[in-house]
């Protein structure tokens, strides 16, 4: 079995991307996303520690340390970026101008419930935005690996960790492949380079379904 790696996943998830758009890049993997947007996609964007029209890593002559994203990396800008507060980046947020985000995920259930903020037992800085962006945008794609390190599914059934949001991902990118949340279960939209419908169904808890 093969697979895509962090790289291609994101590549995948840019293909999620729709000219005009604003669009909302959670930490890690998602945050690759700004290196493959499509060529003639223009899409802005946006970040939750006040930075609207992000552009993708800077080469090692470019790197500004105070430009950064919300997982403290640094960025570059652009000649439309603009800087507030973060009370405005939320309430941009939370006003439903946000048209799409791309989050990483601990855990996804068949019913679209997101675990992505905490693991019990564990030091968290906070929960961060995840909770407000997973109300207030209009689609969200998550992007993950398909199991955990143990080899254990993160597609389940039911979360087992605290919920970040209730019946909120409409897609998952996976290193096996692209996932629709239906009624019903989790259905295979796309599998990646390698992978077959078993090595999916051996990775995955949550049903699939047609």
């Not at 990483?104 to 935005?129: C, R």
């Not at 009624?183 to 295979?188: E, H, L, R, S």
């Amino acid at each position: 079995m093969a697979g895509w790696d962090r790289n291609q996943m994101a590549a995948r998830a840019a293909q999620e991307l729709e000219d005009g758009t604003y669009v909302n890049l959670g930490i890690g993997i998602p945050t690759l996303v700004s290196n493959y947007i499509p060529e003639g996609v223009d899409v802005t964007l946006q970040s939750e520690n006040g930075m609207l029209g992000m552009g993708p890593f800077p080469t090692d002559d470019e790197i500004d340390a105070d430009l950064i994203n919300a997982g403290k990396q640094t960025i570059t800008e652009m000649d439309r970026t603009s800087y507030f507060s973060s009370a405005d980046s939320f309430a941009m947020i939370r006003g439903g101008h946000i048209a799409l985000s791309i989050l990483g995920a601990m855990e996804v259930s068949e019913q679209g419930d997101l675990a992505n903020w905490m693991i019990p037992g564990k030091l968290v800085k906070g929960m961060g935005g995840a909770m407000d962006l997973v109300a207030g945008v209009r689609r969200v794609v998550v992007i993950m690996d398909h199991t955990n390190k143990k080899g254990e599914s993160k597609l389940l059934k039911q979360c087992s960790l605290p919920l970040t949001g209730s019946k909120v991902v409409d897609r998952v990118i996976s290193n096996l492949g692209v996932f629709d949340i239906v009624d019903g279960g989790i259905k295979v939209v796309e599998m990646a380079d390698g992978v077959s419908l078993d090595d999916v169904k051996a990775a995955t808890e949550a049903a699939l379904v047609s």
